[in-house]
């Protein structure tokens, strides 16, 4: 199983852009969906954004669509969530997971996965 460990969190002001990496133990080429979540203090983890590997449209969640970009370094065995006009309500840590996909019934992104890494902390303050 390929293992994830997730970098690059830290603090920015409201507006601010932020870039966090997540590092695959393995190749995730062979991936059907690589997947970034967050959760926040008290709530539940809930998905942000998806890439497929094998092609197909990267999921955003409503949330975050315009001001995220997902990407991918096949080479690296990297996965990147590059965040711009960041907000207090994105404040969370941030999960990738090298298995997931969009439940069609609530268009919500899931994940296929209960292992997670240790997560990057994103604090969005004033």
């Known amino acids: 199983q390929v293992r994830m460990v997730e970098s690059g969190g830290g603090s920015v002001q409201i507006g601010g852009s932020l870039r966090i990496s997540c590092a695959a133990s393995g190749s995730t080429t062979g991936s059907f969906c690589l997947g970034w979540f967050r959760q926040a203090r008290g709530k539940e983890r809930e998905g942000v954004a998806a890439i497929y590997p094998g092609g197909g449209t990267p999921y955003y969640a409503a949330s975050v669509k315009g001001r995220f970009t997902i990407s991918q370094d096949n080479a690296k065995n990297t996965l990147y969530l590059a965040m711009n006009s960041l907000k207090p309500e994105d404040t969370a840590t941030y999960f990738c997971?090298?298995?997931?996909?969009?439940?069609?019934?609530?268009?919500?992104?899931?994940?296929?996965?209960?292992?997670w890494g240790p997560g990057a902390q994103v604090t969005v303050s004033s």
């Open positions: 997971a090298a298995d997931c996909w969009e439940d069609p019934r609530t268009g919500t992104l899931v994940p296929g996965t209960r292992d």
